[in-house]
Nanobody, 114 residues
């Protein structure tokens, strides 16, 4: 299982970025994929989940600003981030958990300038 997160970069306050997580794993359609983030000096926190079926879920501070979606044919999960603030500055990671094993992508840095 491999995950590769990309799409980070520099954005201005109020701007947008789209992150992507390419997942190399069997039965992707049956995987829930999560985004986490970790700001400097802080613990890693959960951001959003794309479930294998059903409604995506979001951490309260990003609800209404971030949208998680997936392309099962391409095995990619996206995180569209809008109305960005400096508090969204962090390294963003994608993660899956299956069969008792947690797998992380390498992280992609998002920096939001004020």
């Amino acid at each position: 299982v491999q995950l590769q997160a990309y799409g980070g970069g520099l954005a201005q306050t109020g701007g947008s970025l789209r992150l992507s997580c390419a997942v190399s794993a069997p039965n992707f359609n049956f995987l829930a994929v999560n985004w986490f983030r970790q700001a400097a000096g802080k613990e890693r926190e959960w951001v959003a989940q794309s479930p294998e079926r059903g409604i995506p879920d979001y951490e309260l501070s990003v609800k209404g600003r971030f949208t998680i979606s997936r392309d099962n044919a391409k095995k990619i999960v996206y995180l569209q981030m809008s109305s960005l603030t400096p508090e969204d500055t962090a390294v963003y990671y994608c993660m899956i958990h299956r069969g008792g094993v947690t797998s992380w992508g390498q992280g992609t840095l998002v920096t939001v300038s004020s």
